[in-house]
């Protein structure tokens, strides 16, 4: 590898940080990315997600109902450039209802931004994601936020995280009064108070007023009792804190908790400076040939996500690539490491939420919309030069079962269509009777919403009314050792046996007492709640 070439990925690898976003649903997730991309200039002003006609529509929804409800269905990618860096931010959905697609992206993020509700702390969809995050060892920073309003104690926060999630924390910076009250926030590592004004819906960036602590100004613009209450706050902290350590926050141990309010912008440009500063850069990657680093010269990257029909006028399929090592080269011709066919990426994008300009380079960290003409499934990996492949990307046991009806049969292509296409952007698992005669698929989901989307997209996309039909699962587990393990046991009670997209078999339970008692009953018959990984498959019909 040339000199030039090496200092070339080093240089753009040094550049780059890249995180999702991962909150319950109404923690505000949607305003602080609009307000992140506010203050790295992407936009000139932001549109907070409010289910009101009226309001300007926030940039990083697209889907036509996620306008209509206010909240983000479908994960997209906003990049943006901010003091010299090139950020990948992965918009994650919040909603209770899309874990999984949010669980895919995680699998492409260096970094996760933990976004907590001050009055209602750690909530169950979070605690989910925070395990994900966990299994992957992904870097956590917390930010809480609607400090604008009555919320509680912040000390009682931090100790939430610690107890709950077992996260060390270490408080960047600290809130100067709550609700009404809230004045601003205290930087630690600077030793300055920041004082903001509200500016108009949070529309613009605040106009904050920064005073060094010991200031004799400090007396005029805080009152007193709230100046003493940040001393208080602040003495106990460093007396019975833990220091900063970068090194247990790049392993997930430790996490930097930042103070804020996304939607009158009260520290977010101050977390964003700081997040830049801590954040993991990109970096290695498990592959089939051992651990690769992102300056490995060769071209290479994952399909982490699929989307159809991003753009209603053109029936197009975007495949979302996360760049792993080396340079991305517009109309390059790779190897699909799957199929062994080679492909040549025309068209790549660069994407923010619906608009996407084309682009002529990408590195590691970067995440790059291709054009998907179905030779992409998600998992796969494309590269040049020696033979390589990132770990698949596995499927979450779905909690929601039925049966998808298409009852106009002169539709019958146009629905077996549609099902692929969604299926293969993983909007939702199916899987399949062992009965030959029932072709129907089955549905499989997370949250009933997954439902809700399939049926409005087949519709809407593809002209075919469906009708479902619910069925009284809500556990599933894929039966290690496939088929031949399933074989060696005599009949079992209480469960159903399909089979999943890859032809798998998967016994589907009423509940987790059904579950257990058949694991006591057959021991040796082993279990899982995840999808075996297998990146090299491809699904396959019925």
């Given at each position: 590898?040339?000199?030039?070439?090496?200092?070339?990925?080093?240089?753009?690898?040094?550049?780059?940080?890249?995180?999702?976003?991962?909150?319950?649903?109404?923690?505000?997730?949607?305003?602080?990315?609009?307000?992140?991309?506010?203050?790295?200039?992407?936009?000139?002003?932001?549109?907070?997600?409010?289910?009101?006609?009226?309001?300007?529509?926030?940039?990083?929804?697209?889907?036509?109902?996620?306008?209509?409800?206010?909240?983000?269905?479908?994960?997209?990618?906003?990049?943006?450039?901010?003091?010299?860096?090139?950020?990948?931010?992965?918009?994650?959905?919040?909603?209770?209802?899309?874990?999984?697609?949010?669980?895919?992206?995680?699998?492409?993020?260096?970094?996760?931004?933990?976004?907590?509700?001050?009055?209602?702390?750690?909530?169950?969809?979070?605690?989910?994601?925070?395990?994900?995050?966990?299994?992957?060892?992904?870097?956590?920073?917390?930010?809480?936020?609607?400090?604008?309003?009555?919320?509680?104690?912040?000390?009682?926060?931090?100790?939430?995280?610690?107890?709950?999630?077992?996260?060390?924390?270490?408080?960047?910076?600290?809130?100067?009064?709550?609700?009404?009250?809230?004045?601003?926030?205290?930087?630690?590592?600077?030793?300055?108070?920041?004082?903001?004004?509200?500016?108009?819906?949070?529309?613009?960036?605040?106009?904050?007023?920064?005073?060094?602590?010991?200031?004799?100004?400090?007396?005029?613009?805080?009152?007193?009792?709230?100046?003493?209450?940040?001393?208080?706050?602040?003495?106990?902290?460093?007396?019975?804190?833990?220091?900063l350590d970068l090194e247990l926050v790049h392993q997930g141990k430790m996490t930097p908790v930042f103070f804020g309010s996304a939607m009158t912008n009260f520290g977010v440009e101050l977390f964003l400076n700081y997040f830049l500063e801590y954040a993991l850069k990109p970096g290695l990657h498990n592959?089939?040939?051992?651990?690769?680093?992102?300056?490995?010269?060769?071209?290479?990257?994952?399909?982490?996500?699929?989307?159809?029909?991003?753009?209603?006028?053109?029936?197009?399929?975007?495949?979302?690539?996360?760049?792993?090592?080396?340079?991305?080269?517009?109309?390059?011709?790779?190897?699909?490491?799957?199929?062994?066919?080679?492909?040549?990426?025309?068209?790549?994008?660069?994407?923010?939420?619906?608009?996407?300009?084309?682009?002529?380079?990408?590195?590691?960290?970067?995440?790059?919309g291709l054009n998907n003409p179905g030779v992409f499934a998600i998992g796969d990996t494309i590269y040049t030069g020696q033979k390589i492949e990132y770990e698949g990307i596995p499927y979450f046991s779905p909690e929601l079962f039925a049966i998808l009806r298409n009852p106009n049969p002169s539709k019958f292509k146009q629905f077996q269509k549609g099902v692929s296409e969604l299926r293969e952007e993983g909007a939702v698992q199916i899987m399949y009777?062992?009965?030959?005669?029932?072709?129907?698929?089955?549905?499989?989901?997370?949250?009933?919403?997954?439902?809700?989307?399939?049926?409005?997209?087949?519709?809407?996309?593809?002209?075919?009314?469906?009708?479902?039909?619910?069925?009284?699962?809500?556990?599933?587990?894929?039966?290690?050792?496939?088929?031949?393990?399933?074989?060696?046991?005599?009949?079992?009670?209480?469960?159903?046996?399909?089979?999943?997209?890859?032809?798998?078999?998967?016994?589907?339970?009423?509940?987790?007492?059904?579950?257990?008692?058949?694991?006591?009953?057959?021991?040796?018959?082993?279990?899982?709640?995840?999808?075996?990984?297998?990146?090299?498959?491809?699904?396959?019909?019925?």
């Amino acid at each position: 590898m040339t000199t030039e070439l090496q200092s070339e990925l080093q240089k753009a690898v040094e550049r780059r940080r890249n995180f999702a976003i991962i909150s319950h649903p109404d923690a505000g997730k949607t305003t602080l990315t609009e307000k992140l991309l506010l203050y790295g200039g992407a936009i000139h002003e932001a549109g907070a997600v409010k289910a009101r006609r009226a309001q300007r529509k926030a940039t990083s929804d697209w889907m036509a109902m996620e306008q209509q409800r206010g909240i983000s269905i479908t994960s997209t990618v906003l990049q943006f450039e901010y003091q010299g860096c090139q950020i990948n931010l992965l918009d994650t959905p919040g909603h209770q209802d899309f874990s999984e697609d949010t669980y895919r992206t995680l699998a492409a993020a260096d970094n996760a931004v933990m976004l907590i509700d001050a009055a209602k702390g750690l909530e169950p969809q979070t605690r989910k994601l925070f395990e994900v995050c966990k299994m992957r060892g992904i870097p956590i920073f917390t930010f809480v936020n609607k400090l604008d309003r009555p919320g509680r104690e912040p000390l009682e926060l931090l100790d939430e995280i610690e107890q709950e999630l077992g996260l060390q924390t270490y408080a960047v910076n600290w809130p100067i009064g709550m609700g009404d009250r809230f004045k601003g926030i205290f930087d630690r590592t600077q030793r300055q108070i920041h004082l903001f004004e509200r500016s108009a819906h949070g529309s613009k960036e605040a106009r904050n007023t920064v005073v060094d602590l010991g200031d004799s100004r400090i007396e005029q613009l805080l009152e007193q009792d709230l100046y003493y209450q940040l001393k208080n706050d602040l003495e106990l902290l460093e007396g019975v804190g833990p220091e900063l350590d970068l090194e247990l926050v790049h392993q997930g141990k430790m996490t930097p908790v930042f103070f804020g309010s996304a939607m009158t912008n009260f520290g977010v440009e101050l977390f964003l400076n700081y997040f830049l500063e801590y954040a993991l850069k990109p970096g290695l990657h498990n592959s089939s040939v051992g651990e690769v680093a992102p300056t490995y010269p060769e071209f290479s990257g994952f399909v982490f996500k699929l989307q159809a029909n991003m753009d209603p006028k053109h029936r197009d399929r975007v495949a979302f690539i996360r760049v792993c090592t080396g340079r991305f080269e517009k109309d390059m011709t790779v190897n699909h490491a799957r199929t062994g066919k080679t492909v040549r990426l025309s068209r790549p994008q660069k994407l923010f939420a619906q608009e996407r300009e084309s682009i002529d380079v990408a590195y590691a960290g970067d995440v790059i919309g291709l054009n998907n003409p179905g030779v992409f499934a998600i998992g796969d990996t494309i590269y040049t030069g020696q033979k390589i492949e990132y770990e698949g990307i596995p499927y979450f046991s779905p909690e929601l079962f039925a049966i998808l009806r298409n009852p106009n049969p002169s539709k019958f292509k146009q629905f077996q269509k549609g099902v692929s296409e969604l299926r293969e952007e993983g909007a939702v698992q199916i899987m399949y009777s062992v009965d030959e005669s029932k072709r129907d698929p089955i549905l499989a989901a997370v949250g009933q919403l997954q439902f809700e989307v399939v049926q409005f997209r087949l519709q809407n996309e593809y002209g075919v009314e469906t009708l479902l039909e619910s069925l009284p699962y809500s556990v599933a587990r894929w039966v290690e050792g496939g088929w031949e393990a399933l074989t060696k046991v005599e009949r079992l009670f209480n469960t159903t046996i399909v089979k999943d997209s890859m032809g798998r078999p998967v016994l589907l339970f009423r509940n987790e007492w059904n579950c257990h008692q058949l694991q006591e009953d057959h021991p040796d018959l082993k279990l899982s709640a995840i999808a075996p990984v297998i990146s090299a498959q491809q699904p396959v019909e019925g």
